[in-house]
């Protein structure tokens, strides 16, 4: 059964500063995605990471993926406060069934 | 529209009671999913179609829980003799076949309360 489990859990940052999400699954999976959550809303999908070693760049997020360690990270650069919201991972098991990460809850302080 | 509808938007219901969610994914998307988001926490896979395939249900919590996809386009979950621990936001999500490289598109969510 996969497992996927983000860290840390909350982060409360200033403005300016750069910073790491981790995501960790447990068995191989061929994708991994990103996604973002503002408050009451839905999921906006933000990365689809495919092979080992992909990093796709948005804006101030960056994503990639180490298939062999079984892990994506989602780095900040010179964080905004538009940045604040709940961050979450996705792992693919089986034929495109995503489980999730438990969510990474960002507010950046100006 | 061109995204996801879910409906109704939020729903009150008393415990005991029948309650049935409806989804309507973009056109022309084969698969859908039902993921269910307690406050605060992350995503509960549900139940998955994908084009006339049989469903994967194996993220149903109960044999109370079942859902049904008519023509290949809109889903309804539906909930019988609902619990307090049923209340969450059900969340609808669509996407085109897996070999095309797509993330799912969620809806906004059903919000139910059971009291």
């Known amino acids: 059964e996969l497992k996927v489990e983000q860290n840390p859990l909350f982060l409360s940052m200033q403005e300016g500063k750069n910073y790491t999400i981790y995501c960790n699954y447990s068995?191989?999976?061929?994708?991994l995605y990103w996604y973002r959550q503002d408050p009451g809303k839905s999921l906006e999908s933000l990365f689809v990471l495919l092979s080992n070693g992909a990093v796709k760049q948005e804006g101030r997020l960056m994503a990639s993926l180490d298939t062999k360690a079984r892990l994506s990270t989602l780095h900040i650069t010179a964080a905004v406060h538009d940045l604040s919201a709940t961050y979450f991972c996705?792992?693919?098991?089986?034929?495109?069934?995503?489980?999730f990460g438990q969510g990474t809850r960002l507010t950046i302080n100006p | 529209g061109a995204g996801v509808s879910q409906s109704p938007s939020n729903k009150v219901t008393e415990k005991g009671k029948d309650v049935e969610l409806r989804c309507d994914p973009i056109?022309?998307?084969?698969?859908l999913y039902w993921y269910r988001q307690s406050l605060g926490q992350g995503l509960e896979f549900l139940i998955y179609f994908q084009g006339n395939s049989a469903p994967d249900k194996s993220g149903l919590p109960s044999d109370r829980f079942s859902a049904e996809r008519t023509g290949g386009s809109v889903s309804t979950l539906t909930i019988q003799r609902t619990q307090q621990e049923d209340s969450a936001v059900y969340l609808c999500?669509?996407?085109?076949?897996?070999?095309?490289?797509?993330?799912?598109?969620f809806g906004n969510g059903t919000r139910l309360t059971v009291t």
């Open positions: 056109s022309g998307h084969t698969a």
């Open positions: 068995t191989t999976s061929d994708r």
């Open positions: 996705a792992a693919e098991e089986g034929a495109q069934k995503l489980v």
């Open positions: 999500a669509s996407s085109l076949h897996r070999q095309e490289l797509s993330p799912l598109h």
